[in-house]
């Protein structure tokens, strides 16, 4: 049976500002739909373990599918009360790895090296990385045995820096996703705001924001195929 591992911030303010944050509710919701309807089994972690906090402006635009899982107490209990530490994985068990967004994954995924290896050996394994919107800032603690960024030299797409600015929050992370995948020596693609767009680099697939996150999904899923 197909696996896949889903990580998931802790963080809840924005630093230093007392601004809430945390995941972007839909960027877990609608990638877990669709591996829920292809039968994928899957689990829940982050950088700390335990408790996931939800952006605020994200349970303001919920559909169907984000109050299908808000109100399931089993998926509440363990893909937002319960989440795995990532000592407590084995990366030959995963297919793939997701890193959902939200502001707060801006503060916690560039750290979080427990979870950048993880993510290194389930590629190395010949799995898939994929990441959405403020998620690809996981990517940014991927290296090589060399010390060399992983996304050195790949096509990819993440939270766009006209998308922040549009946002009014440029000035309230502590870098632009876009900027520091460029710096980091990614080929750094992007469509218009808000829209759907997803770039696939072999088994590197990314999405650009919440909007993409059901055609992520999709593409995964076919290219594991």
Same mark, same amino acid.
């Given at each position: 049976?197909?696996?896949? %591992?889903?990580?998931?911030?802790?963080?809840?303010?924005?630093?230093?500002?007392?601004?809430?944050?945390?995941?972007?509710?839909?960027?877990?919701?609608?990638? &877990?739909?669709?591996?829920?309807?292809?039968?994928?089994?899957?689990?829940?972690?982050?950088?700390?373990?335990? &408790?996931?906090?939800?952006?605020?402006?994200?349970?303001?635009?919920?559909?169907?599918?984000?109050?299908?899982?808000?109100?399931?107490?089993?998926?509440?209990?363990?893909? !937002?009360?319960?989440?795995?530490?990532?000592?407590?994985?084995?990366?030959?068990?995963?297919?793939?790895?997701?890193?959902?967004?939200?502001?707060?994954?801006?503060?916690?995924?560039?750290?979080?090296?427990?979870?950048?290896?993880?993510?290194?050996?389930?590629?190395?394994?010949?799995?898939?990385?994929?990441?959405?919107?403020?998620?690809?800032?996981?990517?940014?603690?991927?290296?090589?045995?060399?010390?060399?960024?992983?996304?050195?030299?790949?096509?990819?797409?993440?939270?766009?820096?006209?998308?922040?600015?549009?946002?009014?929050?440029?000035?309230?992370?502590?870098?632009?996703?876009?900027?520091?995948?460029?710096?980091?020596?990614?080929?750094?693609?992007?469509?218009?705001?808000?829209?759907?767009?997803? %770039?696939?680099?072999?088994?590197?697939?990314?999405?650009?924001?919440?909007?993409?996150?059901?055609?992520?999904?999709?593409?995964?899923?076919?290219? !594991?195929?």
């Amino acid at each position: 049976m197909t696996k896949a %591992v889903i990580v998931l911030t802790n963080v809840e303010k924005y630093d230093p500002l007392d601004r809430a944050t945390g995941l972007w509710l839909s960027e877990l919701t609608h990638f &877990y739909d669709v591996l829920v309807e292809n039968g994928v089994e899957t689990d829940f972690v982050s950088p700390n373990g335990g &408790y996931i906090p939800l952006d605020p402006p994200s349970l303001l635009s919920m559909d169907a599918t984000d109050w299908k899982y808000y109100t399931d107490s089993e998926f509440r209990k363990n893909a !937002l009360a319960n989440t795995h530490k990532p000592s407590e994985l084995n990366a030959k068990d995963y297919d793939f790895i997701y890193y959902a967004g939200g502001h707060g994954t801006v503060w916690d995924f560039p750290k979080s090296e427990e979870i950048a290896e993880l993510a290194r050996q389930i590629y190395d394994n010949g799995g898939i990385i994929s990441a959405v919107c403020h998620g690809v800032a996981g990517l940014l603690a991927l290296k090589d045995d060399k010390g060399t960024s992983f996304v050195a030299g790949k096509q990819l797409t993440g939270f766009s820096n006209a998308e922040e600015e549009a946002n009014g929050t440029t000035k309230e992370v502590p870098f632009l996703a876009e900027d520091a995948l460029k710096a980091a020596g990614a080929l750094y693609q992007s469509s218009t705001p808000f829209s759907d767009f997803v %770039v696939a680099d072999g088994r590197l697939i990314t999405g650009q924001n919440p909007q993409s996150v059901r055609s992520l999904a999709q593409k995964v899923l076919e290219t !594991l195929d």
